[in-house]
Each structure stands twice: as C-alpha cells, then as structure tokens.
C-alpha cells in the first residue's frame, strides 16, 4: 500500500467518523427537544388546575379530573 492509498484511506474514515458524529449530535437534539416539550396546557391558573391529557378545568383542590379521572399534576 502507497503513502497516497493510506492518506485517501485515512481522509475517507475521518470523513466517516465525521458524519456519524453529526448525525448522533442531531439525532440527541431531536430527543432532547421531545422530552422537554412541554403541554399546551398550564399546570395551573387562577384557582383551576388544567387537565393535561383531556383539557378540562378542575377546581385546585381536585385531585384527579372530574372528565377522565385521571392524576393530576401538582
Ligand atoms: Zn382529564
């Protein structure tokens, strides 16, 4: 093998190596971007906690939704 071989060879896994790289960084970006959306609703607001899978007002002191039963948060 030449010395010009093992450079093409040496630029060919760097540009590799490269490519792998920016796709893992933008890849973790995606991720990161889906786990820290956040709802569209507020948590709470002016005494009534928001539901955040069906939407409905409950009142503060609910603990889970008058709609769906489900947990609320807070
Ligand atoms: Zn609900």
Do not use: H
Request: net charge positive.
């Amino acid at each position: 093998m030449d010395q010009t071989t093992q450079l093409l060879l040496l630029v060919a896994a760097t540009t590799v190596a490269i490519v792998a790289l920016l796709l893992m960084l933008r890849r973790q970006r995606v991720d990161r971007e889906i786990a820290t959306r956040e709802s569209r609703y507020a948590t709470s607001s002016e005494g009534q906690k928001r539901c955040p899978s069906c939407g409905a007002y409950n009142t503060w002191t609910d603990r889970n939704c008058v709609q769906c039963r489900r947990k609320l948060p807070g």
